[in-house]
């Protein structure tokens, strides 16, 4: 007789990856994985991996001995992953940091980034009609997050990008390291007047999002037809997104940048390019 158990268990030949970070309790990654595993039937498994930050590099070459095909790396290891890698994908080394790890059959090491894919590639499908040469884009923030969005917008064609940030000086060195001419970095308490003529605007500080201050950015100047996205999705509708929307501009949340980029690791170690869609939302929003 057949024994029948309630869940799915891994054969010999499973294919294995996770997330490694510390703290990654909080990281929705192992259930949207494990998602898509279950959805597409695959012998595979996706777990979360805690791992201080001064074991990081022992933790990193034991997955490849174990035989993982592969790790995101969040908080705060993604710079630590750069020089670990044998190879870094060129938008990787642009942004400067990596969240995307790739164990070949060769044992080489694959560095990659896809934060800015994730965030374009959110928009594309929740704004079909973008156009992200339409326009100056506006970028609130100067941090890890706001270096991958800058390095996609720039690659996507937009044609100016003004950044503010609360610390200047790290606008201005970001700025400076990016080296596009397109860059104007902008006083963050004149913010608001960024937006004028704009086409798009992006918060990705940390303010709205759950136990921070909201982001509090006067939208007068902005036009109608802009579309206003926040990084953050927790919560998913930020102060700033219901402000945009209030005064009638189209708004995407920030869940849809965390689903999309996390596609191309799901494909390289699993071999399926996975679908994001309003049942895997609900999934990922619905507690554990
Ligand atoms: P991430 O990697 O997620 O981008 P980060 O590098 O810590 O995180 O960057 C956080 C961003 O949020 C920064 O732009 C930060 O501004 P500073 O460079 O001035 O720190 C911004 N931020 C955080 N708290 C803020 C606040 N209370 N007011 C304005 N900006 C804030």
Redesign the pocket.
């Known amino acids: 007789m057949t024994s029948r158990i309630p869940y799915r268990t891994l054969s010999g030949n499973s294919r294995l990856a996770g997330v490694m970070g510390w703290p990654v309790s909080h990281s929705k990654s192992p259930r949207l994985h494990g998602y898509w595993l279950a959805k597409y039937g695959i012998d595979g498994s996706y777990m979360p991996l805690p791992v201080e930050p001064k074991n990081f590099q022992a933790a990193l070459n034991s997955l490849r001995n174990l035989g993982f095909s592969g790790v995101n790396v969040t ?1 705060p290891q ?1 710079e630590m992953a750069m020089p670990e890698c044998d190879e870094l994908s060129e938008r990787a080394r642009r942004i400067g ?1 990596v969240n995307t790890v790739t164990f070949a059959k060769d044992g080489r090491m694959l560095g990659d980034n896809t934060d800015g894919f994730g965030f374009i590639e959110n928009l594309r499908q929740e704004a079909p009609d973008i156009a992200f040469c339409s326009g100056p884009a506006v970028v ?8 991958a969005v800058l390095v996609a917008l720039l690659d996507e064609g937009s044609p100016e990008i003004r950044i503010a ?4 000086k ?2 201005d060195d970001l700025a400076a390291e990016i080296n596009d001419p397109r860059i104007t970095v902008i006083g ?1 308490p004149v913010a608001p007047t960024a937006l004028e003529n704009a086409s798009l605007v992006v918060n ?4 709205g999002m759950v136990g ?2 909201a ?1 509090e950015i006067d939208l007068t100047g902005l036009p109608p037809s802009a579309l206003v996205t926040d ?1 953050v999705y927790a919560p998913l509708m930020t102060d700033l997104l219901m402000q945009a929307k209030k005064r009638g501009n189209p708004i995407v949340d920030g869940l849809g940048m965390l689903l999309h980029q996390a596609r191309p690791g799901f494909h390289r170690w699993f071999g399926i390019d996975p679908e994001v869609t309003q049942e895997l939302r609900d999934f990922v929003l619905s507690p554990d």
């Open positions: 908080i993604k940091a609130l923030g100067a941090g890890g997050a706001s270096r940030n609360r610390t200047r790290r606008a963050w990705t500080t940390s303010l921070q201050p982001l990084i």
